[in-house]
């Protein structure tokens, strides 16, 4: 059972960083793509990032291109999504989620959207229990 936890959330600064990662257990790692989704408040939950773990391949949503970066460590099973220029509508629960169908999660995470997080459960394989980013102004 693939399992993922989430850290590094927090509050910053608008213009400021935050990394998060997201450690992956129960799996194979090369076999896995990681996609990272968030909430904010009052709004519809969306993709943001994705990575395939075996061949790098990665995808941004326009909203956070130019300024997130999702990387991998393959030797410790992990996902990382640094977070540059933070700006105040970043502020959001963020969740990773797995999956070893790799197109159907990146479809996921260009189209997915919810109002709740667990009207999407079964989408994909796994979701981490997410991390709160607060930006402030």
């Known amino acids: 059972e693939v399992q993922l936890a989430e850290s590094g959330g927090g509050l910053a600064q608008a213009g400021g960083s935050l990394t998060l990662s997201c450690a992956v257990s129960?799996?194979?790692?090369?076999?896995?793509?990681i996609g990272w989704f968030r909430q904010a408040p009052g709004k519809d939950g969306e993709g943001v990032a994705y990575i395939s773990v075996s061949d790098g391949a990665s995808y941004y949503a326009d909203s956070v291109k130019g300024r997130f970066t999702i990387s991998s460590d393959n030797a410790k099973n992990m996902v990382f999504l640094q977070m540059n220029l933070l700006r105040p509508e970043d502020t959001a629960v963020y969740y990773c989620?797995?999956?070893?169908?790799?197109?159907?999660?990146?479809?996921?995470?260009?189209?997915?959207?919810?109002?709740?997080?667990?009207?999407?459960?079964?989408?994909?394989?796994?979701w981490g229990q997410g991390t709160l980013v607060t930006v402030s102004s």
């Open positions: 989620a797995a999956d070893r169908l790799k197109k159907t999660l990146l479809f996921h995470t260009k189209n997915l959207k919810w109002t709740t997080r667990d009207s999407v459960t079964t989408a994909v394989a796994a």
């Open positions: 129960g799996v194979s790692f090369n076999d896995i793509a």
